[in-house]
């Protein structure tokens, strides 16, 4: 009878997170696939006309100043999110959707270097928290919606349902996991990846698409080449962490009116752009991730996407980080290829993922990326070179809200000094 018992509650446990998985991944994966199709309108049309570039630091100015208007209790972002699953208080506006949509969407429209993780997670985690009123939810059940509406963002804007699953995991504290939230973000994420795909054909998007076409077989030498390249692939993850923040907090005691911080952002990147007389280091930078995993680039690509996308995100433009960290990875791994004597494919698919891994301390969610990515033959080398990047990339990363759970256990111990 007791055992009889136990199935009924664990039935009930399934039955329950299923129909709640369900409602937040269709909610997520809308949100999601709506704003796939607004960037690629902006990108298209910001390529059709270069001049738009001239306009950012208006856009900035008018993204801040609705911010400053509407968004003052939505202004962390993500760290807002990762702060209320810490500290369950009060539920997360809905505005946070449409004011992180469209703030990015003109960011992009006009040419700010930043992503789009972080506007998919933003919306995923709003609309599941709008279920924690309507269901009635304790706290302890708000804090696992608020993840599987993380995981439901992430998975479908990347593609990516594993990966996304384990990120509302892993991205809250550094170096624990919880595995009770675990069936609902993986429920979220998968259904949520498929709710994109359904409205892929109906709004003409996509995921990009990624190969490798040499991964060379296990040696001695390979693998240290990507404890080598890992160590190289953190650091760069640390100082974009660090740069960006320590920006942010300069413009902040530099400038006290919120909405001039983005438009001198905006003139610094156009005039830039005007002086190096190429866009390749604004929007997304899809094309150069490309172009990375096929063939050789200019060494110092991840240098110029660096410099742009910490401008722009510590300025105040809205969008994510992970996307430009694709490309920093990428490109940096492409320009590290012939000095370890690897193929700069394989250097670039590691690179993106593995500065990502350190730059976010998420060392698992971005090895299950690179093998839903890049196949599951280079799953040994990303999780080496993901894991060897956490180790160096510090303690703090480009979520301030991230807590520490356990410390990275390594000889240097000073890493964050």
């Not at 949100?31 to 607004?38: G, K, N, R």
């Not at 994420?189 to 498929?194: F, L």
């Not at 994109?196 to 060379?216: D, E, M, R």
Request: proline fraction near 4%.
């Amino acid at each position: 009878m007791q055992r009889l018992s136990a199935l009924t509650d664990l039935l009930k446990h399934l039955l329950k997170w299923l129909l709640l998985a369900l409602v937040v991944a269709v909610l997520a994966g809308t949100a999601s696939a709506l704003f796939l199709f607004a960037l690629d309108w902006a990108t298209r049309t910001r390529m059709a006309h270069a001049w738009l570039i001239w306009l950012l630091p208006v856009a900035g100015f008018a993204v801040g100043w609705l911010y400053l208007r509407y968004g003052g209790s939505v202004e962390g972002g993500a760290n807002l999110l990762i702060d209320e699953i810490h500290d369950p208080k009060k539920i997360i506006p809905l505005r946070m959707a449409p004011l992180v949509l469209g703030g990015t969407v003109i960011s992009h429209l006009f040419g700010a270097s930043v992503g789009r993780e972080g506007t998919a997670v933003q919306m995923g985690g709003a609309l599941a928290d709008q279920l924690t009123r309507l269901f009635r939810l304790n706290n302890e059940d708000r804090r696992i919606i608020l993840m599987a509406g993380i995981s439901a963002g992430f998975a479908s804007v990347f593609g990516t349902p594993l990966a996304g699953a384990i990120f509302g995991l892993e991205v809250l504290a550094i170096g624990r996991l919880r595995y009770e939230a675990m069936l609902p973000c993986l429920l979220a994420a998968v259904i949520a990846d498929q709710v994109g795909l359904l409205w892929a054909p109906l709004l003409n998007i996509h995921h990009t698409h990624y190969a490798v076409p040499l991964i060379p077989a296990l040696s001695a030498w390979t693998l240290g080449a990507m404890v080598i390249a890992g160590v190289l692939f953190g650091v760069t993850g640390k100082v974009f962490a660090q740069a960006t923040h320590g920006l942010s907090g300069l413009m902040k005691r530099w400038i006290s009116y919120a909405p001039l911080r983005p438009l001198v952002g905006g003139l610094v990147v156009a005039i830039a752009v005007w002086l190096i007389g190429t866009d390749k280091y604004i929007g997304l930078g899809i094309p150069t991730i490309a172009d990375a995993l096929k063939e050789t680039l200019p060494a110092w690509d991840f240098l110029g996407k660096m410099a742009f996308t910490i401008v722009s995100l510590g300025t105040g433009f809205k969008g994510g980080e992970v996307t430009p960290l694709f490309f920093i990875g990428a490109t940096l791994g492409n320009a590290l290829g012939p000095l370890l004597h690897q193929p700069v494919t394989l250097l670039a698919a590691i690179g993106f993922v593995a500065v990502f891994a350190g730059a976010a301390n998420t060392p698992i969610a971005s090895t299950l990326m690179a093998m839903e990515l890049f196949g599951t033959e280079i799953g040994v080398y990303a999780a080496l070179a993901c894991v060897v990047a956490y180790l160096f990339s510090g303690h703090a990363g480009i979520y301030r809200a991230q807590r520490g759970g356990h410390a990275k256990r390594h000889p240097a111990k000073d890493i964050d000094a």
